[in-house]
């Protein structure tokens, strides 16, 4: 069981840029959720899912568009990247969306935006 | 949503026990009280979770009282392999997992 599996794991994008950080859950778990975490921060929540087709944004949504491309995949896209998004990335999965269900996090992506 | 407040930081040496408190005032009938770890470089791991009066696992252990305004993860002889951040979270079903800034633990010989 591989759990949450994001990628990449390390990237350097120049101002401007865009990218896609990938996102997948070998769980069956119906919500997926992309947090960002930076120092002193804590985790904000991005967009989260529910369910296959349907996305919300969470706290911080400005900048990114998510896709629910099916159960298993949760993709987070930065258009045209920002300095200020400079942070380090994290996917996570439950079975259903709520405080009290146990969440699972990928490893998260490091992203530098120069 | 419940609103929480813990300790920023806690500083403990190796093989004492370590009590994190959260004060969670406004919690709801509904609500759960669940506790997550993160390391350095890691995403966060659900430790706990419990409603009312005491929880324990192989990881932890969780106190609440009867008011359920707050509660407390007691790690029983940390090692240096506990230095991590601790999340309390407050909630019912229904909403995405919000984390705050956590307790920083840092376990010294």
């Known amino acids: 069981n591989a759990g949450v599996t994001q990628t990449p794991k390390f990237q350097v994008l120049k101002t401007g840029q865009s990218m896609t950080l990938q996102c997948a859950q070998d769980m069956n778990h119906n919500s997926m959720y992309w947090y960002r975490q930076d120092p002193g921060m804590g985790l904000r929540l991005i967009h989260y899912?529910?369910?296959?087709?349907?996305?919300a944004k969470g706290e911080v949504p400005d900048g990114y568009n998510v896709s629910r491309l099916n159960k298993r995949e949760f993709s987070l896209r930065l258009e045209s990247a920002a300095p200020s998004q400079t942070s380090v990335y994290f996917c996570a999965s439950s079975y259903s969306i709520g405080m009290n269900t146990e969440a699972f996090f990928g490893q998260g992506t490091r992203l530098t935006v120069v | 949503l419940a609103k929480t407040t813990q300790p920023i930081s806690m500083d403990s040496y190796e093989g004492q026990e370590v009590n994190i408190t959260c004060s969670h005032n406004?919690?709801?009938?509904?609500?759960?009280i669940t506790w997550y770890q993160q390391f350095p470089s890691q995403g966060p791991r659900f430790i706990i979770q419990g409603y009312k009066t005491k929880v324990t696992n192989e990881v932890a252990s969780l106190f609440i009282p009867a008011d359920r305004k707050s509660s407390t993860l007691s790690l029983p002889r940390v090692s240096l392999s506990d230095t991590a951040v601790y999340y309390c979270?407050?909630?019912?079903?229904?909403?995405?997992?919000?984390f705050g800034k956590g307790t920083s633990l840092l376990v010294t010989p």
């Open positions: 899912s529910v369910g296959e087709g349907t996305t």
């Open positions: 406004n919690i709801a009938t509904n609500d759960y």
């Open positions: 979270l407050v909630g019912g079903s229904g909403y995405a997992l919000n």
